[in-house]
């Protein structure tokens, strides 16, 4: 998955950096190259000698810094070496360092040696992370286009509080490095409005039976990270989901196509950029009832109402600053299906998916994939992760 790619992770002295074992050993597991920077005040919570372990690198201090034997100053080999950097956890004094500039230890000195992204996943108590100052110096770091920060989350903390302030959990910071090094820190979803439908819709004959699909969400959930990841506000409409919804993207959870088609149509309006990916139901039951049926009274013939077109809808009120991405999950011909629904829903660019073939289509967390868009033109995706397959689509739409 990332064969080669260097990432370097900067660690910080607060009590997350514990979890930076776990992101090192998910890194190294996926193929990428990692080297770790521990601040003094880190190696009171983890030790060089694990991540050193964890990574098979070196894993580097200030004391490594000043040791005579480098053949080029070390902060230099590091910084041109990293594709990205992650600085996780990032605490209050690396912060306040890297809004000034000060370049006092090896990480920060790295910081200002390097030119590539830089990943921040902040970690503090709620009262440190809600002062003025500390809010000050975020703000700051930001206005620096190199820096890509990650929310806190709300939850315990190590001093037994509830609030804002827990860092990034390993694998949401691993997902944001994978995006950073396909991006290569791109903001080109900037100021964009996003709204993504995804999952599958679910359709009642009672409480307890209804008309579904397989859907697991895993494909919009990918689309909503990517658009996160460069820059975008996104809006997710989900059906009934597998994953979780990614912190900063905005949650709007439905169950049947009539939810759906109204959450849609109610965030239409401020969208720039709408990709439909959910499995909607195509019918439903003609009649429903608000308590479960017993089998006896099952009907052996099921009557069925379709309900309405959501992306054809869209296309219908497409405004000329839209642009309206659909999805078609085919077995067999994938393209011409495609090519029809792409024609006759008004559509800007549609990708075809087979749902018949191994790794890819529902619940999988691969894909492949055929894009096509209004102009005529085509282009193979070949199998990869439904992520990679996120940002290869965001690459090759033209708005």
């Given at each position: 998955?990332l064969?080669?790619?260097?990432?370097?992770?900067?660690?910080?002295?607060?009590?997350?950096?514990?979890?930076?074992?776990?992101?090192v050993?998910?890194?190294f597991?996926?193929?990428?190259?990692?080297?770790?920077?521990?601040?003094?005040?880190a190696?009171?919570f983890?030790?060089?000698?694990?991540?050193?372990?964890?990574?098979?690198?070196?894993?580097?201090?200030?004391?490594?810094?000043?040791?005579?034997?480098?053949?080029?100053?070390?902060?230099?080999?590091?910084?041109?070496?990293?594709?990205?950097?992650?600085?996780?956890?990032?605490?209050?004094?690396?912060?306040?360092?890297?809004?000034?500039?000060?370049?006092?230890?090896?990480?920060?000195?790295?910081?200002?040696?390097?030119?590539?992204?830089?990943?921040?996943?902040?970690?503090?108590?709620?009262?440190?992370?809600?002062?003025?100052?500390?809010?000050?110096?975020?703000?700051?770091?930001?206005?620096?286009?190199?820096?890509?920060?990650?929310?806190?989350s709300?939850?315990?903390?190590?001093?037994?509080?509830?609030?804002?302030?827990?860092?990034?959990?390993?694998?949401?910071?691993?997902?944001?490095?994978?995006?950073?090094?396909?991006?290569?820190?791109?903001?080109?979803?900037?100021?964009?409005?996003?709204?993504?439908?995804?999952?599958?819709?679910?359709?009642?004959?009672?409480?307890?039976?209804?008309?579904?699909?397989?859907?697991?969400?895993?494909m919009?959930?990918?689309?909503?990270?990517?658009?996160?990841?460069?820059?975008?506000?996104?809006?997710?409409?989900?059906?009934?989901?597998?994953?979780?919804?990614?912190?900063g993207?905005?949650?709007?959870a439905?169950?049947?196509?009539?939810?759906?088609?109204?959450?849609?149509?109610?965030?239409?309006?401020?969208?720039?950029?709408?990709?439909?990916?959910?499995?909607v139901?195509?019918?439903?039951?003609?009649?429903?009832?608000?308590?479960?049926?017993?089998?006896?009274?099952?009907?052996?013939?099921?009557?069925?109402?379709?309900?309405?077109?959501i992306?054809?809808?869209?296309?219908?009120?497409?405004?000329?600053?839209?642009?309206?991405?659909?999805?078609?999950?085919?077995?067999?011909?994938?393209?011409?299906?495609?090519?029809?629904?792409?024609?006759?829903?008004?559509?800007?660019?549609?990708?075809?998916?087979?749902?018949?073939?191994?790794?890819?289509?529902?619940?999988?967390?691969?894909?492949?994939?055929?894009?096509?868009?209004?102009?005529?033109?085509?282009?193979?995706?070949?199998?990869?992760?439904?992520?990679?397959?996120?940002?290869?689509?965001?690459?090759?739409?033209?708005?």
């Amino acid at each position: 998955m990332l064969s080669g790619r260097r990432v370097l992770i900067g660690v910080g002295g607060g009590i997350a950096a514990y979890k930076v074992c776990e992101l090192v050993s998910t890194l190294f597991k996926a193929g990428a190259e990692v080297k770790v920077i521990l601040t003094d005040s880190a190696q009171q919570f983890v030790t060089p000698l694990a991540l050193a372990t964890l990574s098979r690198h070196p894993a580097y201090t200030d004391a490594d810094f000043w040791q005579p034997t480098h053949n080029r100053p070390l902060h230099i080999d590091l910084g041109e070496w990293a594709e990205v950097l992650a600085i996780a956890p990032l605490t209050a004094n690396t912060l306040a360092k890297l809004a000034c500039g000060m370049a006092d230890n090896l990480l920060t000195n790295t910081v200002l040696a390097s030119n590539c992204p830089v990943l921040l996943a902040p970690a503090m108590n709620t009262e440190m992370w809600e002062q003025v100052a500390v809010q000050r110096n975020w703000q700051q770091l930001l206005l620096d286009k190199r820096y890509h920060p990650m929310q806190t989350s709300y939850g315990l903390l190590a001093c037994d509080r509830v609030g804002a302030g827990r860092m990034a959990e390993p694998g949401e910071i691993f997902t944001h490095v994978r995006s950073l090094l396909h991006t290569r820190g791109r903001r080109d979803l900037l100021g964009k409005q996003v709204l993504i439908s995804a999952g599958g819709t679910r359709e009642y004959l009672d409480p307890v039976r209804f008309i579904g699909n397989p859907s697991t969400g895993k494909m919009g959930i990918a689309l909503a990270q990517a658009a996160l990841h460069r820059a975008a506000n996104v809006t997710l409409v989900h059906a009934p989901i597998s994953g979780n919804v990614p912190s900063g993207v905005k949650s709007v959870a439905v169950v049947s196509a009539k939810d759906m088609r109204q959450a849609m149509l109610d965030n239409f309006p401020t969208a720039d950029v709408i990709v439909m990916s959910a499995a909607v139901a195509d019918v439903k039951p003609a009649n429903s009832s608000d308590r479960k049926l017993p089998k006896k009274s099952l009907p052996t013939e099921l009557p069925l109402e379709f309900v309405a077109d959501i992306v054809a809808e869209l296309g219908s009120l497409k405004q000329q600053h839209q642009y309206l991405i659909g999805f078609a999950a085919q077995t067999g011909d994938i393209v011409s299906p495609a090519m029809e629904k792409l024609r006759t829903k008004k559509l800007d660019c549609i990708v075809a998916n087979p749902i018949d073939l191994p790794d890819s289509g529902f619940g999988s967390d691969s894909n492949r994939a055929v894009f096509i868009d209004s102009q005529g033109r085509q282009v193979d995706i070949p199998p990869c992760s439904k992520l990679q397959m996120a940002h290869t689509l965001f690459d090759l739409v033209q708005f």
